[in-house]
Every structure is written in structure tokens, then in C-alpha cells.
């Protein structure tokens, strides 16, 4: 499934992105400060292409296992120390990654539908089929 090699290139780019900065982020800067290259370095990394990729159970749980990960190091806690997600996300305030992908999802499609001069994406959105009832045989071989 090409899709998701895709999807595990993306994540290792994010992850290597977010280990060169490593400094930055274990650091003692603050949290608006690692929030603002977090949003400017990692979050393309991960979010590129995700217009177009489905957001199936398993990729949407991979992506917010991912973030909450990366929200933990930023905070220096583990899993260990037992902080809610909601604790982590008021810590932090970063916007949820899922929400993240449904606006560029949505704002890709405004761009698509907007295009009007005879491309296959508006062909075939606004596709209507044929008058008569196909035949009953096998259709031809193009």
C-alpha cells in the first residue's frame, strides 16, 4: 500500500526534524518560544501531503500518538508521570494535529472547486452521467 509508506516517511521526517532541534525544546525557553518552532519545523514535516491522504482510524490515531509524544519531551515528562492529555494540551496549547489536517483538507477543496476552466478534477465533479441505460453485455475494450 503506497499510502502508507507515505505516511511512515512522513512521520520519521517529523521525528528527525524534531530530534535536530532537540536543544531547542529540552531547553528552558519558554513554552511559546518551543511552540512557535514546533508550528514553523515539525508540524510541516508531518502535515505535508495530508491534504489529499485519507484520515482513516489507524493514521489519525498514529498522528495524535505522535504529537502527544513530542508535547511530552517539550514539557520534560514521561508517560510515567501520569499527566492527562488534557493537562499536556493546556500546558502547551498547540492545536490538535487532527484539526490541523481537516482545515488544510478543507481548504484544499475551496481551491479545487474554485477552478473552473475545464480540468479533470471539475469534470468530474460535476459529472453527469448518460441518458440511456448502458448496454448488457461486457463493456468495450478501450
Known amino acids: 500500500m503506497p499510502s502508507s509508506h507515505e505516511?511512515?516517511?512522513?512521520?520519521?521526517?517529523?521525528?528527525?526534524?524534531?530530534?535536530?532541534?532537540?536543544?531547542?525544546?529540552?531547553?528552558?525557553?519558554p513554552m511559546c518560544l518551543k511552540l512557535k518552532v514546533y508550528n514553523q519545523c515539525v508540524l510541516p514535516m508531518m502535515m505535508h501531503g495530508c491534504e489529499t491522504r485519507t484520515l482513516n482510524t489507524q493514521t489519525t490515531q498514529r498522528l495524535r500518538v505522535t504529537q502527544r509524544a513530542m508535547e511530552r519531551y517539550m514539557l520534560g515528562i514521561t508517560s510515567r508521570d501520569r499527566k492527562t492529555n488534557e493537562w499536556i494540551r493546556t500546558q502547551t496549547k498547540v492545536e490538535d494535529v487532527i484539526k490541523t489536517a481537516k482545515k488544510m483538507k478543507w481548504r484544499w477543496a475551496g481551491h479545487i472547486a474554485r477552478r473552473t476552466y475545464g480540468?479533470?478534477?471539475?469534470?468530474?465533479l460535476y459529472w453527469i452521467p448518460r441518458e440511456k441505460k448502458r448496454p448488457r453485455r461486457c463493456p468495450n475494450v478501450r
Open 7 to 29: 505516511v511512515n516517511r512522513r512521520y520519521k521526517m517529523a521525528w528527525s526534524s524534531f530530534e535536530r532541534l532537540h536543544f531547542i525544546f529540552k531547553s528552558k525557553l
Open 119 to 124: 480540468r479533470w478534477t471539475s469534470n468530474v
